[in-house]
């Protein structure tokens, strides 16, 4: 099994509104030495986790997909892109046939494309989100729909023959016009590869704090409803259909051949090593993830230090959960890897063991009780909770008095209602905060 890749480059022009990734607008002062501690780290990936304690195993070291992401990475200079993407068969030989790098179409130029290309770049993923000037607008986007075109052209005139683009459903502004329309516009270019993502608005956005708060600066009240959402939703699941892209993921289509090789790593949970700033990694035991921070990070790796914000160690059972959760989002039939399927017959016959054990155990520690308990109902036909309750501890109940029905203390109970019925009470209504959900990875 080949190994991901995964650069994060977290430097952005401007806070997008609905934005909270750990990115955001950094001195070009950092851009160098940070490329040199990402340089840094893939070049001594092994000692920095061997201390670690991380085990990296050899038969998954050698990488074949690449994904440079963020933030936006396309605002590095494209020799610092290109020092990048070298250091990778250095670190890890063989030879990456995908490598992606995440831009903004705004910052394409003919010079950079042509760079791109020439350090091996053969994937861009461009952040298009809408082909509406008001809706890029309201969303604090640095592009305009006239960018997009010029982007397009410049990235296929430089002989990119693999594009992929993002579009956003639930903008500010967006409405099924507008967002027929960007379908339109998109599939009019063809890119061979899209991405739509549901916007979820997260509670620490600059729209997220407007919508909890009120005001009218980023449009939070145009924004468009759930109903509106899972309309256009579907409306591009119907349209990319029927132009001839395969949906092979929740969020992402692809013409024939052009799936993302890496990103179908995180789905099928297959090793991936990130690096850089907040970075992500996965050895299919454990996940550990680099410090946000990208001053904090550049400082660690310059002193030789792996900085780990988060580290997990998976159980059996939350690999598992994990495969089956996966699995479900990936909509092609999925097949477990051999060493999965063994865990899964293993786990199950696990279980069925154990509550087998267990429920004989508990029929045998409770088998006195059980006689008990029908001898006083033999004798009473009726025991009260109390009753029960001193059987089961195996204490002697008092001589029987013979009841024949509990209808008397019935009858009783509904003289008096008020005092027997317990309301129950609504829920209050979830906190407004708490029903905004977590964004997915919006780029
Ligand atoms: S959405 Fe992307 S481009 Fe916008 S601020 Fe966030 S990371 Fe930067």
Not at 197 to 204: A, H, Q, R, S
Request: glycine share 8%.
């Amino acid at each position: 099994m080949k190994l991901g890749i995964y650069i994060q480059v977290p430097f952005c022009q401007t806070k997008c509104t609905y934005c909270n990734f750990h990115t955001g607008v950094f001195s070009r002062a950092l851009y160098d030495p940070y490329v040199n501690a990402v340089c840094r780290e893939l070049s001594e990936h092994a000692a920095l986790c061997r201390a670690v304690g991380i085990e990296l195993h050899a038969d998954s070291l050698e990488a074949d997909t690449v994904y440079i992401g963020g933030g936006t990475p396309s605002l590095l200079e494209p020799a610092a892109l290109a020092r990048i993407v070298e250091e990778v068969p250095s670190a890890f030989g063989g030879a990456a046939h995908e490598i992606t790098l995440e831009a903004d179409p705004e910052t394409v130029t003919p010079e950079k494309a042509a760079a791109w290309r020439a350090a091996g770049i053969n994937r861009i993923s461009l952040g298009v989100q809408s082909f509406h000037d008001a809706e890029l607008k309201a969303a604090g986007r640095m592009h305009r729909r006239a960018d997009v075109f010029s982007a397009e052209r410049t990235l296929r005139d430089a002989g990119f023959a693999n594009l992929s683009f993002d579009l956003i459903a639930g903008l500010p502004h967006q409405n099924s016009e507008s967002w027929s329309g960007s379908l339109t516009e998109l599939l009019a270019l063809r890119p061979e590869h899209v991405s739509v993502y549901m916007l979820e608005i997260d509670e620490g956005s600059r729209l997220g704090r407007e919508v909890l708060l009120g005001g009218a600066r980023y449009g939070a009240a145009a924004v468009p409803g759930d109903d509106d959402i899972a309309s256009f939703y579907e409306l591009a699941c119907e349209r990319l259909a029927a132009a001839g892209y395969e949906h092979y993921e929740i969020s992402n289509w692809a013409l024939p051949g052009f799936r993302s090789q890496h990103n179908l790593k995180y789905w099928r949970r297959e090793p991936y090593l990130g690096f850089g700033a907040g970075a992500h990694s996965f050895n299919g035991r454990e996940r550990w993830a680099n410090a946000h921070d990208p001053a904090a990070y550049v400082a660690a790796i310059e002193t030789g230090r792996l900085p780990i914000e988060q580290r997990e160690r998976l159980s059996p059972q939350q690999a598992l959960e994990e495969e089956l959760f996966l699995g479900r989002e990936i909509t092609r039939t999925r097949n477990f890897s051999e060493q999965t399927a063994i865990a899964i017959d293993a786990e199950v016959k696990k279980i069925v063991t154990t509550a087998m054990k267990r429920s004989e155990k508990i029929l045998k520690q409770n088998m006195a009780k059980l006689h008990g308990l029908a001898n006083a109902l033999l004798e009473r036909e009726i025991l009260d909770s109390d009753e029960i309750d001193k059987v089961l501890r195996g204490e002697e109940l008092p001589p029987a008095e013979r009841r024949t029905n509990g209808q008397d203390e019935q009858n009783e109970a509904r003289k008096n209602p008020s005092e027997q019925a317990v309301k129950v009470k609504p829920e209050p209504a979830a906190a407004a905060g708490s029903s905004i959900p977590k964004p997915k990875k919006i780029q």
